[in-house]
């Protein structure tokens, strides 16, 4: 690198940017216990699995996994950092299969309510690519990402400026040529998972969501041309239409689903697509915040979700946990949130449990790496003050957070020690 007095005004604000982002990084994410081996002691554990409490247990992590799981009076090596859980209950960390996660900012804000995973559902250009490999490589604790990258859409707008290779299609994103073309830039990018549409939106007044975007032939060139390359599509549909092609062509989720129908419940379950209802960030609809339109949209589109959401659960429908946000300071759609509003319309603790960790893995393809307490799978883990198999409320007071074995967030003890 040039000798900083060599550079122009642009490249110098670059130069300082890159020599700040580890402290930035620090002060973002104060971690601690990264590289260390960890035992957790005087914890109830619900390991996602079973419905059951393990109680008075240990728990050791080392090199960012569960190494076991020992009974209370566990003799716990000098070179382990004792957490004291203080009979507190540690379940897996909650899974966010659709949120718009793109700074370290929001990401930290995630982790703070419990999220130790995500799969991204669109951002502007590419940021969750790159969160996502800042915690593969340790430098944050998490959350573990699945990234979307670029929304497949019929019109780009600001997201041509991601990649020059999008300058193609400044006219839309509607013939197969195109669409294969957005997919593989995607790919290229390195994402994780295809993002498109089959309806129009529900959070702007001038779409009506029920409105079917894409048909079922081009929703198919997505998918198979993701699946060349071995990449899965989710596809946000309101309306029945569009989800139903959606499910036709071969998408493993149906994201919202407000007004499917029992026949498209019924193919869902028959070819295992997944429903992730976002019903949270549905419900912030009837916010005063916003437009007017939007809040009587709201007062009918809440309940038929609800009546869709109780429909998908009767008929064998796997269901997911996704807030639908960006985790801004403003808002507070949470998974957490979100599992309560799921025991409230009919799952048990257990089942509601089960969708925001190990059902939600599944979806993911990750099912052998984290959303469950279990020997080898990583530490990705959460501390609340009471058994969320009887309160499901517990959710909302998270007092530890460790992700890829890494202390994210502390709160205990509360006690001032000498």
């Not at 957790?40 to 799981?69: C, Q």
């Amino acid at each position: 690198m040039p000798p900083r007095h060599c550079l122009g005004s642009d490249m110098k604000a670059t130069y300082l940017r890159l020599q700040l982002l580890p402290v930035l990084l620090c002060v973002i994410f104060p971690v601690s216990g990264y590289g260390e081996n960890l035992a957790l002691t005087d914890v109830n554990v619900f390991n996602g699995s079973d419905k059951r409490i393990i109680s008075d247990a240990t728990i050791f992590v080392s090199g960012g996994r569960i190494e076991r799981i020992a009974p209370a009076g566990a003799p716990i090596p000098d070179n382990y950092l004792r957490i004291d859980c203080e009979d507190n209950f540690l379940m897996p960390g909650l899974i966010d299969v659709h949120t718009h996660l793109d700074s370290l900012e929001r990401a930290r804000r995630a982790l703070e309510s419990g999220v130790t995973t995500v799969r991204t559902a669109g951002v502007p250009a590419f940021q969750d690519v790159t969160l996502r490999e800042l915690v593969r490589a340790g430098k944050i604790p998490g959350p573990d990402v699945v990234a979307a990258g670029v929304y497949v859409t019929p019109n780009l707008d600001e997201t041509l400026l991601a990649d020059p290779r999008l300058v193609a299609l400044s006219e839309g994103v509607r013939t197969d040529e195109a669409l294969r073309l957005l997919v593989n830039v995607n790919i290229d990018r390195g994402v994780d998972v295809i993002k498109t549409r089959g309806t129009e939106r529900a959070g702007r007044p001038d779409t009506d969501p029920r409105q079917q975007v894409y048909t079922e032939h081009q929703l198919r060139v997505v998918v198979e041309e993701a699946a060349k390359r071995n990449v899965p599509v989710m596809v946000h549909a309101h309306g029945d239409e569009g989800a139903r092609a959606a499910v036709r062509a071969g998408a493993r989720s149906i994201e919202h689903g407000t007004y499917l129908q029992a026949e498209t419940l019924r193919l869902m379950a028959q070819n295992g697509t997944w429903l992730v209802p976002t019903y949270v960030t549905m419900d912030e609809m009837n916010e005063p915040k916003y437009d007017y339109v939007l809040r009587l949209r709201g007062r009918h589109m809440v309940p038929q979700l609800e009546s869709v959401f109780r429909a998908a659960h009767k008929a064998g429908v796997k269901i997911a946990t996704g807030a639908d946000n960006y985790y801004e300071s403003e808002s507070i759609n949470r998974i957490s949130v979100e599992v309560e509003h799921f025991v409230r319309m009919g799952m048990s603790n257990f089942e509601a449990l089960q969708a925001a960790t190990v059902v939600s893995a599944e979806l993911l393809m990750l099912q052998e790496r984290t959303g469950r307490i279990a020997e080898g799978y990583e530490a990705d883990m959460i501390l609340v003050p009471a058994n969320p198999l009887i309160d499901i409320a517990a959710l909302q007071d998270v007092l530890l957070v460790i992700s890829n074995g890494q202390v994210a967030l502390k709160r205990l003890p509360f006690a001032i020690t000498e």
